[in-house]
């Protein structure tokens, strides 16, 4: 199974959350249609950045690092630019 991790940017004041999923779209719709009680107030979410991963466990170690400090360049990049970008991690 393939895993995404994902950095959505509201489109209404370009703030950013960071998760991950087996399934973006469907997690994307859930997020624009409110379902996800952290972002409703905040939407429409796009999708700024994305991941692919083969393991929920490299998912889940990628979005502990996107949640954190170390990943200010990226976040501030995408806070500033509507970006998108994708990565495919291998194995």
């Known amino acids: 199974m393939q895993y995404f991790v994902y950095i959505l940017k509201s489109n209404k004041d370009s703030s950013l959350y960071t998760g991950y999923t087996s399934n973006l ?15 409703k107030h905040k939407i429409p979410f796009e999708i700024a950045y994305f991941e692919t991963h083969s393991t929920l466990e490299k998912a889940l170690a990628r979005e502990r690092y996107l949640k954190s400090s170390k990943a200010k360049n990226l976040k501030n990049s995408l806070r500033r630019h509507h970006t998108f970008g994708g990565y495919s991690s291998v194995g």
């Open 25 to 39: 779209k469907e997690r994307l719709d859930r997020h624009n249609n409110g379902k996800i009680s952290s972002t």
